[in-house]
């Protein structure tokens, strides 16, 4: 495949949804010489889930790909069991070999829906790290300071809060840099909160006298309650989230994140974005939810295509917009119990202390109508809602 050298692809390759290039120059002359180029980007499977999160840097993978540069995705099976804590507060568990094959089951059916797999390496990194021995881990560790590391904001927090930073932490930049030499990286892809790591994969590409990788990272884009997406707060869009669960869960972000998504989480162009953008602020002429279920049908067609992105279209509007109830609703044999033990059962609450709560908080409706006491009992063929867009029939 030739190597895609069009000036205006290349420089939006190098802007969009970039947050810091080093080194820019340099690397924007090696995407103009036409190079076939080695850009890496490694996940470790901390959860069974991918999230839109991690889709940012994974389609900036697929713009590479589309211009025929060769990407390699590194599924970190041997630093899954380290932990990284790069975004962390504090010490990150490690996890056992057992749950990090458990998590990694689909990882990479789940990024095959971004990326073209059969051009893809995909390499898993306890084939060059589990290799390694105290000797040549100690070279690499002479490369960097422990000032260096604890530089770092947030091992300067944890510093200041006492709390507790393990040895292990220290080992695993060299693994992710060491990653780079493996594969022979010339550019490595990854969020803000990864700049040291990045940066420790130059030093010890140069040490094994290979050319320092260039690298690119991006935002740390906010879940769906307003913090930073992460799976262990469940504030996520999964890929593997079904269409219409997809789609509501685009919609039921705030306003203020439209924009943002649009750039970062789809490929639609950047003047449709501008487009948007003036027809958010212009509140008088153009609704933001019409917008915003612009961005749910894009980033549900992503993941499953055209068709399943309307099917999530409709299914929002007749449930949500118009308040009926959807058709193939789940069952459970719930009839003639409490509400409150019939929410645990039907896991919409956690606990009955938690059903409690959603029944007063008028989270939960029982034939389309609110309950407000907590000894409702369900009868055959009712019909839970809980919130706007969850329900169960009882049987």
Known sequence: MLINTDPKKIDNLLTRGVFEAIDLDHLRKKLSSGKKLRIKLGIDPTSSNLHVGRSIPILKLRDFQELGHQVVFIV????????????????????SDDQVKINMKTYVEQVGKILDIDKTEVRYNSEWLSKLNYKEVCRQADLFSLAEFIARKNIKQRLKAESRISLRELMYPLMQGYDSVAVKADVELGGTDQRFNLLAGREIQSYYKQDPQDIMTNLLIDGLDGRKMSSSWGNVINFLDTPKDMFGKVMSMADQMIILYFEHCTRISIDKIKEYKSQI???????????????????????????KAEKGKQNFISVIQNKEIPENISEKKISTMNIVDALVKSKFAKSKSDARRLIRQGGISL????ITSIDEIVQKGNIIKKGKRFFVKAI
């Open 76 to 95: 970190g099976d041997f630093t899954g069991t380290i932990g990284d804590t790069s975004d962390k507060k504090s010490e990150r568990p490690a996890l």
């Open 281 to 307: 602020k212009d509140i008088e002429k153009y609704n933001p939810r019409d917008i915003k279920m612009e961005l749910a049908y894009e980033i549900t067609k992503i993941y499953w295509g055209d068709k």
């Open 367 to 370: 034939n389309s109508k609110k």
